[in-house]
């Protein structure tokens, strides 16, 4: 028991200087309500910001939305229950050291998070790329506009499906997706210099090529995903070549497919934190071992890292001991039942953050929120946020501190 009493140690010394700073944490924030799941016994913190039958979301997939300090938290929030109505999502950003929500101004961002230095870089397909302080966050800073070899080519629909920066946070990797005006579709892959806006083409894909990532440590590779892949045009591939084509390494020039191994599909790929390898989930059905697996740069070794069924997306801390994964334990539509689960990969075992919760929406009347849980590690590994949804139509977004998933997994 020594490693987790190590543990819950260094989380309190790192919650304690915070709260010398003045930044209270999610335990004794007023922004935040204490829940705890009736099965699991597993204590989170709920975001309460607007009124209780409003959306709060975390954000999507690979950005962490929660800075190193524990003071910023940036989240998605909408107004009314999705049942009978809801307006506009608008992306948000908690002051746990004001106790104050600023809300950004901003529906369709897709925000990179310095999380270090609490900042965030979006771009805008019409106005250009941004900056926000979290210190002054209401005031944007111009960075450079769209550069004028992708807007010539047509509208562009999409900058970046996950905005990611280098790592001397100068320049950003697009994956842009462009309709020309005789109505094509072209997706092209590239450098853009946040400073001067210059543009370095890296490719171009006949595939709607997204879900780019830069790796966290080389900034010449980036992991992009074949979205479609089950389309007529990937149904070709994988029939001529025998491989489902999902997840493909990108440098300048080149693209190279990485086939999964053990299952021959895949989704959600997502960088390790130190950049030397990604996971991802196998499928998200309970035919056969759909858990998450893991590629690893240097030898190409592929294996099974969390064996949790029906895994939709997964996220590893940072010293990639442990895995949170969301599944939707029946059939999958927008607003089914989730639930999320803690893997401890020393152990190999496994908590749920939250037990199964009832659907959001009905399947035929699906939800238009992004409503899956998305879990994330966040403060080097110290609390996990993630979205959960209610049987009654709204979202709320959790914190979970990580001490007593490690020990209930030991």
């Known amino acids: 028991m020594k490693k987790p009493i190590q543990i819950t140690l260094f989380a309190g010394l790192a919650l304690l200087a915070a709260s010398c700073c003045g930044i209270k944490s999610p335990e004794n924030s007023p922004l935040f309500e204490k829940t705890v799941d009736p099965e699991s016994g597993v204590v989170s913190y709920s975001l309460r910001c607007g009124s209780p039958d409003d959306n709060n979301q975390s954000l999507y997939f690979v950005t962490k939305s929660m800075t190193e300090d524990g003071r910023f938290l940036v989240f998605q929030h909408t107004q009314g229950n999705e049942r009978i109505g ?108 946040l400073r001067d806006g210059s543009w370095e083409e890296w ?43 999902r997840m493909w390494l990108v440098r300048k020039g080149s693209k190279t497919l990485i086939p999964a191994e053990k299952r021959n599909f895949a989704s959600h790929e997502i960088w390790d934190d130190d950049g030397k390898g990604f996971s991802w989930c196998g499928h998200g059905y309970f035919d056969c071992e759909d858990f998450v697996y893991h590629y690893d740069l ?25 895995v949170v994964v969301d599944q939707a334990p029946e059939k999958w539509w927008r607003g089914c039942k989730w639930r999320v689960a803690f893997y401890n990969r020393e152990t190999g075992k496994q908590v749920w953050l939250y037990s199964t919760r009832e659907a959001l929406m009905p399947q035929n009347n699906q939800s238009t ?42």
């Not at 591939?237 to 489902?244: A, E, L």
């Not at 240097?298 to 442990?322: I, L, M």
């Open 203 to 245: 490719g171009e894909t006949e595939w709607i090529c997204n879900h780019g990532q830069l790796n966290p440590v080389d900034d010449s590779l980036a992991l992009c995903a074949w979205e479609s892949a089950w389309g007529e045009l990937g149904q070709a591939f994988q029939d001529s070549t025998g491989f489902y084509p």
């Open 298 to 322: 240097a030898t190409g070794r592929q294996e099974c890292w969390a064996e949790v069924e029906a895994a939709r997306h997964n996220f590893c801390s940072p010293d990639n001991k442990y």
């Open 86 to 193: 809801v307006g506009e999502r608008h992306l948000m950003l908690a002051d746990l050291k004001k106790d104050k929500f600023f809300d950004l101004g901003l529906r369709k961002a897709t925000p990179f998070i310095e999380c270090k230095e609490n900042y965030m870089v979006y771009g805008d397909p019409e106005r250009g790329f941004f900056r926000r302080d979290f210190s002054n966050p209401e005031k944007e800073v111009k960075l450079c506009d769209v550069p004028q070899e992708l807007s010539s080519l047509g509208q562009v629909l999409r900058l970046a499906s996950h905005l990611t920066l280098t790592q001397d946070r100068n320049k950003a990797f697009l994956d842009t997706e462009i309709k020309t005006p005789e109505g094509r579709s072209r997706y092209i892959q590239g450098m853009l210099d």
């Open 369 to 410: 929120l992004h409503p899956d849980p998305h879990p994330h590690f966040v403060m080097n590994g110290r609390y996990v946020v993630c979205t959960a949804s209610n049987g009654d139509g709204h979202m709320e977004l959790l914190v979970t501190p990580v001490a007593q998933l490690i020990e209930m997994t030991q």
